[in-house]
């Protein structure tokens, strides 16, 4: 930091030295208290001390740059001729807040010190001032108990210690026999400075400074030594706010809100932050200060009745509203106070917003021309539209239940969406109960392929293990199911059908209540409330015309549409979600995974003789059974899809998932095959494997087995025959999972083109088709450009990708992949947030040099990460064809992608707006470079 740097900008009486663009710099809060003064709003004056002040603070041992005490004196200055008081003035006191004020906000996480500048003696100056003795010394011991618990450190660190002031406090009233604060007398107050004092004396071993000046200094301090505070450290790791932003301080002139009748104070949204609807909304209370809201001591009235208490004022703040409206071109949270029938303005932001709220905001915005629809677009986060696609806990209810005690505990959110059923420990049973009407939760140690139909008859899913892309996650996912999943601190046992979480222990038929947006577990049944986007697209209950939020839904959707490249497929494997797939507006199926077909009825029978078979016949033989089902299985999705590509993936799971392993279902195959038991029980003893995900699965399935390859691309290309037949262009893009080596790919390609000569011979009809791979392994990715003289496209398989690349259990990793986020080891988990630095690095190799090969080569995505918004952004910028997620991810995929083409878009034209200038700019430049060369002559 040069000495010659600027460290305070002043704000206030209609200028400001900074400007809104400034956050990084200034904070949000500074930021916009700089905008509001320049765009004349009233704002009581004062200065902010930057950021950079605060990085500088931690890497030098607490200490301040040289110069900042001047320019603070300087500025503080400033503010004294404008108000026409002094810093320390016994008649005029000048008091000033004191306020942190980050990048991005973080409400309530740092400190805040009001009314600082009082002491003995200006106390009495302002009791004169304010003709109110009784305020002034309110004031003084509010400013003595904050300034002992903020920087002085008296505050409670523990749940059980209590406030010291505010022992001292109760004591006073109890003895004076009054209930509230505000009943107590002035002589009562000023024995409570004197107590205070006292308290802060015995507890610190100094006496609590009298000089305004360095109670400033102790504030500054306070408020940047907050930034590193417990709580504002694990606010930024849940809101990924990186702790080198740091926090400026900014020092304002108070303005009093409880000075009497014709004063108050309240906070209000330019739009309805729940709802977006265009209403002013906000409260207010007469007669108090701003902590007097937000402390709920006293009930707040509605903000338009403040149309009737102070007409003035409020037709001043709807005059405000729309000139923040027009400026910000977005809906704003204030902070307003009322002095003396002066209006005050004390904060404006960004306001919050529900998921709702956001898109009805964005949408409207643009109807209103405020914002261009392409802004729209850019105004959502995409995950937002999960509480539009979803089912959501009554918000009032939820809160409900946790105040009540009610919250269990929280594992990885998996499957947006919330879900109240009861408990069920066996998939069969979830099945059994679903059937009969009963709402279920399906609680697992783990699932398991052989859990899907009960999966699918349950409310929510509830696992014990697993990370982002367990089989629980992925499939409840595609299923969109609520889905919460590594609930470490959960015990299950199934055989006994309890569940044990923090010493309680919960039974089979026990409600409980989970929300897989967050990951909270929840006891007892929360109320829910339906979507009405599902209500249109899939349930037809709703006439689309009826329902505002699906309109705006659609809206937002074609403006996307409008500007995304990316196509964006689904990851399905049955009709029913192929047809969802397309609602959601779907182009093509990027992943069937065709292993859940084997688990059902009668197919996993005929599965198992086939894998316990010792001649190539038996296993024919086997497999023959399973051909139609599947072929049906493929006509179903066929249809569904219509002339949409689809993905169909080869075997690809570990056999041991497939193997019978109680002695029940090993007689069963024994009775159905005719295979003595001992030998089935022998033989499953002999494909146990160690390490099943590096072992025999993907395309070593096939290679062992071609048979398996042969029945299923058989099944695939009859099926597209039909349905063709049917004049359905069916378009099946045969893909084979886990390839290392271009030699595996071959062996499996040739077996597939062998198989539709045939079949095209014997139905009389050709079907195109394309035969690719899944990039999976790293050795993959770094021989694409062989890998792709024979696959005609590549689908990168980033769950496997990322486990293989890190090195790291998909399935195990929920253990200890939380702890490495929480200490910022990795940026988030892996296997939910592409790993754009290492995973992304061999994506990209993988595109390049599988184009270098084959220049059409068309390149997908079909990991979980196909639906997350920052690695759709990556997949849209390392120019991949399509990402490829669960249907009900689709919407959030194709929003972000619109997201990705449109922050590309911006880039290009700012990037070409800078090429044009240097012209301009080259003189100075050039005169730049000879001096610096006249120096160094
Ligand atoms: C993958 O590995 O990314 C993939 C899609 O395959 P699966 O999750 O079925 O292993
Ligand atoms: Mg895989």
Redesign the pocket.
Same mark, same amino acid.
């Given at each position: 930091m040069s000495s010659k740097q600027k460290f305070v900008y002043s704000f206030g009486g209609g200028t400001a030295e900074g400007k809104g663009e400034q956050k990084a710099l200034l904070g949000g809060k500074g930021a916009n208290l700089a905008e509001m003064a320049r765009l004349g709003l009233p704002v009581p004056p004062g200065f902010t001390i930057t950021t950079e002040v605060c990085t500088w603070f931690y890497d030098h041992g607490k200490s301040y740059p040289k110069g900042l005490e001047k320019e603070v004196a300087a500025h503080l200055g400033r503010i004294e001729r404008q108000l026409g008081r002094k810093f320390g003035d016994p008649l005029q006191p000048l008091l000033v807040s004191v306020r942190s004020g980050a990048r991005a906000s973080m409400p309530g996480m740092m400190d805040t010190i009001l009314n600082l500048g009082l002491n003995d003696r200006t106390v009495e100056g302002l009791a004169k001032g304010s003709n109110n003795p009784r305020f002034a010394w309110d004031c003084y011991r509010r400013f003595v108990a904050m300034y002992g618990d903020v920087v002085l450190d008296l505050k409670p660190v523990d749940k059980r210690e209590r406030d010291p002031f505010e022992v001292i406090l109760e004591k006073k009233k109890h003895a004076r026999g009054v209930k509230l604060d505000t009943e107590l007398p002035v002589d009562a107050l000023k024995e409570l400075v004197r107590e205070f004092k006292a308290e802060i004396r015995k507890r610190t071993g100094h006496s609590f400074p009298d000089d305004p000046m360095e109670q400033l200094w102790g504030a500054v301090g306070a408020v940047f030594g907050s930034w590193m505070n417990e709580r504002a450290i694990v606010y930024r790791q849940l809101n990924a706010i990186p702790s080198d932003w740091g926090t400026a301080v900014n020092v304002q002139s108070m303005v009093f809100g409880n000075l009497g009748d014709d004063c108050g104070t309240g906070v209000a949204f330019t739009r309805d932050p729940a709802t977006g609807e265009d209403v002013f909304y906000g409260e207010y209370l007469i007669n108090a200060q701003g902590e007097d809201v937000v402390a709920g001591v006293r009930t707040p009235q509605k903000i338009a009745t403040l149309k009737d208490r102070m007409p003035a004022i409020y037709r001043q703040l709807l005059e405000i509203r729309k000139t923040l409206e027009s400026h910000y071109r977005d809906m704003q949270d204030i902070e307003f106070t009322v002095e003396r029938g002066k209006l005050y303005m004390l904060q404006t932001r960004t306001g919050k917003r529900t998921g709702f709220a956001e898109v009805r905001i964005a949408v409207e915005m643009a109807e209103e021309k405020l914002i261009t629809p392409e802004e729209a677009v850019l105004r959502v986060n995409p995950d937002s539209l999960n509480q539009l696609l979803r089912p959501i806990f009554d918000p009032a209810k939820k809160r409900e239940a946790i105040e009540g005690g009610k919250f269990l505990t929280r594992g990885l959110n998996a499957g947006p969406g919330a879900a109240s059923g009861r408990i069920v420990f066996l998939a069969g049973d979830a099945f059994e109960w679903a059937a009969r009407g009963e709402k279920v939760l399906l609680v697992r140690e783990e699932t398991s392929p052989e859990d899907i139909k009960g999966m699918n008859a349950s409310e929510g899913i509830l696992t014990a293990r697993g990370g982002m !892309?367990s089989h629980a996650a992925?499939v409840g996912r595609q299923m969109g199911k609520v889905c919460v999943v590594g609930c470490e601190s959960i015990h299950v046992d199934a055989r006994a059908r309890t569940m044990v979480v923090k010493g309680k222990t919960f039974r089979e038929g026990d409600w409980i209540s989970i929300d897989g947006t967050t990951g909270e577990v929840i006891e007892g049944k929360v109320a829910t409330m339906p979507s009405e986007v599902l209500q249109v697209l899939l349930e037809k209950t709703l006439d689309p015309r009826k329902s505002h939020v699906y309109h705006r839904y659609a809206k937002l959707m074609g403006w996307a549409d409008a500007a995304r490249r990316l196509k964006v497929r689904a990851n399905a494997d049955q009709p029913d979600q192929a047809s969802n797939a397309v609602a959601f507006g779907g182009e093509g199926i990027g992943?069937c995974?065709t292993e859940h077909m084997f688990f059902g009825e009668g197919r996993i029978v005929a599965m198992r003789e086939m894998i316990l078979a010792d001649t190539v016949e038996e296993r024919e033989k086997a497999l023959a059974k399973i051909l139609p089902m599947q072929r049906e299985d493929f006509i179903g999705i066929f249809r569904a899809m219509g002339p949409r590509p689809v993905t169909i993936r080869t075997l &690809?799971p570990p056999l041991h998932e497939f193997l019978p392993h109680t002695p029940a279902e090993q007689e069963e195959v024994a009775k159905q095959s005719g295979i003595p038991v001992e030998k089935i029980a022998r033989k499953v003893a002999d494909l146990h494997e160690m390490n099943p995900m590096l072992g025999h699965r993907g395309c070593r399935l096939g290679i062992i087995f071609p048979e398996i390859t042969k029945m299923q691309a058989r099944a695939i290309l009859e099926a597209a025959c039909r349905v063709r037949k049917e004049k359905i262009a069916a378009t099946p893009e045969i893909m084979i999972?886990l390839v290392g080596h271009v030699r595996e790919l071959e062996d499996q390609t040739q077996l597939v083109r062998d198989v539709a000569e045939e079949v095209f011979r014997a139905e009389g009809i050709k079907v195109p088709y394309l035969v690719g791979t899944?990039i %999976?392994l790293p050795r993959a990715a770094v021989t694409a450009d062989e890998i792709a003289t024979v696959a005609e496209f590549f689908s990168f398989? !980033?769950? &496997?990708?990322t486990q293989t690349t890190f090195g790291l259990s998909r399935d195990d990793s929920g253990k200890f992949l939380p702890e490495y986020v929480r200490r910022e080891i990795l940026p988030a988990d892996p296997f939910e947030k592409l790993d754009q630095g290492g995973v992304g690095k061999l994506m990209a190799w993988g595109v390049t040099w599988g184009r270098v090969t084959r220049p059409n080569l068309k390149v997908g995505i079909?990991? %979980?990460h196909g639906g997350e918004p920052s690695s759709v952004e990556f997949c849209h910028r390392t120019k991949l064809d399509y990402v490829s997620c669960s249907p009900f991810r689709i919407p959030i995929a194709r929003l972000a992608a619109a997201q990705a083409a449109l922050k590309e878009k911006a880039a290009e034209k700012a990037a070409k707006k800078k090429a044009k200038k240097p012209a301009k700019k080259a003189a100075p430049r050039r005169k730049a470079a000879k001096r610096k060369g006249a120096r160094r002559r």
């Open positions: !892309t992925l992943l995974r &690809d999972p899944m %999976e398989g !980033t769950n &496997d990708l079909c990991g %979980e």
